[in-house]
Each structure stands twice: as C-alpha cells, then as structure tokens.
C-alpha cells in the first residue's frame, strides 16, 4: 500500500481488508499503521547491514576497485528499489525528526559508512590514499551520495538518465572518492 498511496492516508480498516483480516486482529500485532510500518522498517534494516559485504575485504586497487566500486553502486541501488516505498517512510520519519525511524536508517548507513571508512584507512596505510583525507568524511559523503541518489532514481530518469548511464557514472564517483583516482579498465 505505501508504494501507491501516500503514508498518511494508509489507515488501519485498508489494512486489514488487503491481509484479508480485520481490524480488531491487526489491533492485536500493532498499536497502528506506524507500528507495522516501523516493524517492516526493522526488518528491512536487518537486510540493509548486509550491504557491508559489497565494501568488507574487498580490494580497491586495479580492475578489482572498478568492479567493487560498480557492485557497491549496483547492489546499493538494487536494495533501495527493492525497498523504495518503506525507505520513503523512514526517510520522511527521519527528516522530520522521529529517533525511531533516524535509528533505522542509520542501523542501515552506518556499517556501510564504517566499513567505506575501514577500506579508506587501509589505503591510506599503504600509501594508497592522502594522508590528509579524512576517511570518515569521504564514507558519510559516499553514503549520503548513494542514498540520495538512490531515493531520486525515477527522478533521473525524469531528466533523461537511463540506469545504464546512471551506474557507471555513480561507481566512478564513489571509486574516486574512495581512492582519490580515476578507476583502471
């Protein structure tokens, strides 16, 4: 229902009659339509922490950091579509100030900000990466950057974007920030 009707007019009588159930029992699993929305939300941010394992032990040197770079953005942008009605909700909870729905969205960004952020330090100690770059901030950037972009996918192709340029584009960006260069074909 939250990918064809606006959050707050999903009522709990609509509910139910979709699951084919009445009220009374939706009352007996949730207070309200907020309380299955926030129970939908944890879950779906338990499968958002696995977005680490796009970053974690991956080498971001060569060909390999391209293709880690291009499966980052990839998979990124494949679990916000998946999730875009419910991510819309979080996003609105959170902006508008709800601890609940801001903790759910970072129980998502933030493995993938520390693991970005591991990866970055690694480089760094090996010389890979300016000593003078804060890993953390290049991370949340590139965090922030993807959810962003996530969020306003249909917006690009409003503009005339197509995912297939889309993609390539946002890897190159991320893989810079990553490493401070150009990826290697």
Same mark, same amino acid.
């Given at each position: 229902?939250?990918?064809?009707?606006?959050?707050?007019?999903?009522?709990?009588?609509?509910?139910?009659?979709m699951?084919?159930?009445?009220?009374?029992t939706?009352?007996?699993?949730?207070?309200?339509?907020?309380?299955?929305?926030?129970?939908?939300?944890?879950?779906?941010?338990?499968?958002?922490?696995?977005?680490?394992?796009?970053?974690? $032990? #991956?080498?971001?040197?060569?060909? /390999?950091? &391209? !293709?880690?770079?291009?499966? *980052? %953005?990839?998979?990124?942008?494949?679990?916000w579509?998946?999730?875009?009605?419910?991510?819309?909700?979080?996003?609105?909870?959170?902006?508008?100030?709800?601890?609940?729905?801001?903790?759910?969205?970072?129980?998502?960004?933030?493995?993938?900000?520390?693991?970005?952020?591991?990866?970055?330090k690694?480089?760094?100690?090996? $010389? #890979?990466?300016?000593?003078?770059? /804060?890993? &953390? !901030?290049?991370a949340?950037? *590139? %965090?922030?950057?993807?959810?962003?972009?996530?969020?306003?996918?249909?917006?690009?192709?409003?503009?005339?974007?197509?995912?297939?340029?889309?993609?390539?584009?946002?890897?190159?960006?991320?893989?810079?920030?990553?490493?401070?260069?150009?990826?290697?074909?």
């Amino acid at each position: 229902m939250l990918s064809t009707s606006p959050y707050r007019d999903v009522k709990v009588i609509d509910v139910a009659r979709m699951a084919g159930t009445s009220p009374a029992t939706f009352y007996q699993y949730f207070p309200d339509v907020e309380g299955a929305v926030l129970e939908l939300a944890e879950e779906m941010a338990k499968e958002g922490t696995g977005l680490t394992d796009l970053v974690a $032990g #991956r080498s971001w040197v060569g060909k /390999s950091g &391209a !293709a880690a770079a291009e499966e *980052l %953005v990839d998979g990124f942008l494949s679990f916000w579509r998946k999730h875009d009605a419910i991510l819309r909700v979080v996003d609105l909870g959170a902006a508008e100030g709800d601890k609940r729905f801001y903790k759910i969205r970072m129980k998502i960004l933030n493995p993938l900000t520390n693991s970005l952020t591991d990866s970055i330090k690694e480089l760094q100690a090996k $010389g #890979r990466v300016d000593k003078d770059v /804060s890993p &953390a !901030a290049i991370a949340g950037a *590139l %965090v922030v950057m993807l959810a962003a972009v996530a969020a306003h996918q249909k917006g690009f192709q409003s503009w005339g974007v197509k995912q297939s340029e889309l993609k390539p584009n946002l890897a190159l960006l991320v893989h810079l920030g990553i490493t401070g260069k150009k990826p290697v074909r």
